[in-house]
């Protein structure tokens, strides 16, 4: 199964680089646009055909490693 | 004295780490790779600064993983002393042994200069050389350095004087210009609560000489030293 995880800073913490790009795009004429928030996309291959036992093995990868969630937020799909 | 220098891939410190403890200072020094899995006959480690795994993830991610952390923690938790400068804070952080994280700094530049930071606490076995409020100037060197905790996590490491460090003007000020990084409460350095561990951005090892015409990071490994002549700075809170 392939493991398609989203770590995205918690709401209220500070995103500089999201900031950065706020001001780019503002200065690019998105006047429109606001409020970007800059995350990491991992993809990851889990050698296991049980749908539920990847899903607690994906939880643990991201409770572990792929997020730090005293800031962080982690989502994923396995497909 | 016998400090033990952990070496990470990645770690650019460690040799500054072993030159001021053993030329400077004159102690024993043992260089440790991060493969190994038991911390013998030590009396302090140090986690030096660097990029340890490339910064990969997030700085200290990977590393707090490494073998030889599971004797880092099990030397802590058994009262051994510990200091995590820069990289090393970090890796602290992600391991746990610290509270908090580090957040990219605010002006998402590697910031590479002098600062001054304010002994918050003179009363630990990092700082019993210096004077409490005494002003330090020590270089930093750092892409994330902005330090972050939730609000019950601050209160906590406030009230227990675990803040030891906190960015300031050159005559003791703690303000908000001050601050290099956008740290929160202008912190530069803290220790656990058992008085231990100790993680700090600025890197003391780069101002510890004379002829690097700085010697206040010394004050920061003579009190570690002079520490182990110090029964009272043993147990922790001393002074609080």
Redesign the interface.
């Known amino acids: 199964m392939k493991a398609k995880i989203h770590v995205t800073l918690k709401q209220g ?2 995103d ?2 999201g900031k ?1 790009i706020e001001h780019a795009l503002d200065s690019l004429g998105f006047k429109n646009a606001g409020n970007v928030r800059v995350g ?1 996309y991992m993809e990851v291959d889990v050698n296991e055909p049980d749908c539920a036992k990847a899903d607690v093995q994906v939880k643990q990868m991201c409770e572990k ?2 997020a ?1 969630t ?2 962080e937020d982690y989502r994923y799909e396995l497909q | 004295m016998k400090i033990g220098v952990v070496v990470f891939p990645g770690s650019n410190c460690d040799h500054d780490c072993q030159y001021i403890f053993q030329d400077v200072l004159g102690q024993y020094v043992e260089m440790i790779w991060h493969k190994e899995t038991l911390l013998a006959g030590l009396d302090a480690v140090v986690l030096p600064g660097g990029f340890s795994y490339g910064d990969y ?2 700085t200290g ?2 590393a707090r ?1 490494s073998p030889v952390m599971g004797a880092v923690k099990a030397f802590a938790s058994k009262g051994g002393l510990v200091i995590g400068i820069c990289n090393g804070f970090q890796i602290l952080l ?1 391991a746990g042994l610290l509270p ?2 580090m ?6 530049n590697f910031i590479c200069k002098d600062v001054y930071v304010k002994v918050e606490n003179a009363a630990t076995r990092f700082t019993n050389q210096c004077e409490s409020g005494q002003v330090l100037k020590i270089p930093i060197a750092h892409a994330d350095g ?1 330090y ?3 609000p019950v996590t601050l209160g906590g490491i406030k009230a227990n004087a675990q803040v030891l460090f906190r960015y300031c003007t050159a005559d003791g000020k703690v303000t908000p210009d001050a601050n290099p990084n ?1 740290s929160l409460d202008n912190i530069a350095g803290i220790m656990n609560a058992d008085g231990n561990v100790l993680g700090m951005m600025p890197h003391p090892e780069r101002s510890a000489e004379s002829i690097l015409g700085n010697e206040d990071g010394r004050l920061i490994f003579q009190s570690m030293l002079s520490s182990f002549g110090k029964p009272e700075l043993q147990s922790r809170l001393i002074g609080v």
């Open positions: 913490i500070l500089p680089q950065a990491k490693l792929l730090n005293v800031i | 993830l997030r991610a990977i993983f992600e908090g994280v957040l990219r700094n605010t002006s998402l902005n972050y905790t939730d956008g």
